[in-house]
DNA sequence: GTCCAGGACTCGC
DNA sequence: GCGAGTCATGGA
């Protein structure tokens, strides 16, 4: 197994256990599993499901392929290697965040115990669609039975190392499903009909990270969203932070994000629309940052 | 019973 | 363009 070590360098001020914290924030989380500071997931690279675990190594991130489930050839393991870069988005200077934090008075503390934290990321773009959809307007421990319970129904499971590993169901499967199907799992009609309408047009090819981001900037990819059924202001920025990497991308309507103002303001309320836009000024080009430290708070 | 959760749509004006 | 009603479930 040794010789299945893959280490995947970070930069100095990333610790990878603030993001193992975030991770382990849900134990009905399904797509994958934390034991003893190592997260094990499968993958599929190219057709081929891949299973390993990382873990935090002292130049970065190790990540160890379960036996019978490593990826065929160099070109896989630079699959998983990039996977793990995006997920935990380590190619990102967060210089000037932490400069921010010193300086912002709402940022400052939740920065300073954070720090070392990094946006963790969606990279599958239906994947991605499909959980800010479930997260509309309910809790999210609500959310993550929902998402399992989608998970079990249409995706499939890899058995390794004496343990089920879930890939989510692909755009194409659901694209011909019908919302009954999701009804059943206790997801709402109208949010069956906006993930089955995500899952058409990815599933078409029309929808893609790619054609999103050739749109080049944060403002026309909303606008590109939010013109989808389903897609309000909310899940577009949600999509912009946690998938297509926007590190400005700002929720504001999030209801967790208010809680999170409310307690770092001290207010005896949660703040105004306005309020929290005003708080988010000075942190323009790293809302998406601020917005993820200030989510800590509330665990 | 009421209110609130990581909102968005629809309708009436 | 803006406010109110509706969607639906589960926990406090």
Known sequence: ??????VIPA???FIFDECLAYLMRSADECMFRINDGTVT???DVDGEPVVFGMSGHPDGIAVEFLE???PGGLEGCDKVSGFVRDWLDLDRDLRPFYELGESDPL???VVQKHRGLRVVGIPDLFETFVWAILGQQITVAFAYVLKKRFVETFGTAVEAGGRKYWIFPDAQKIAGTDPDALRELKITGRKSEYIIGIARMIADGELTKERLFELGNDKLIQKELTAIRGIGPWTANYVLMRCLRSPDAYPA???????ALKHAAGLDRKPNLQEVEAFAAPWAGWRAYATFYLWRLLH
């Open 107 to 109: 940022l400052h503390d």
């Open 11 to 13: 930069p100095e001020d």
């Open 68 to 70: 019978g489930f490593a």
């Open 1 to 6: 197994m040794r010789d299945e070590l893959l």
């Open 253 to 259: 309507a999030d209801v967790g994000l208010h809680n």
């Open 41 to 43: 997931r499968a993958l």
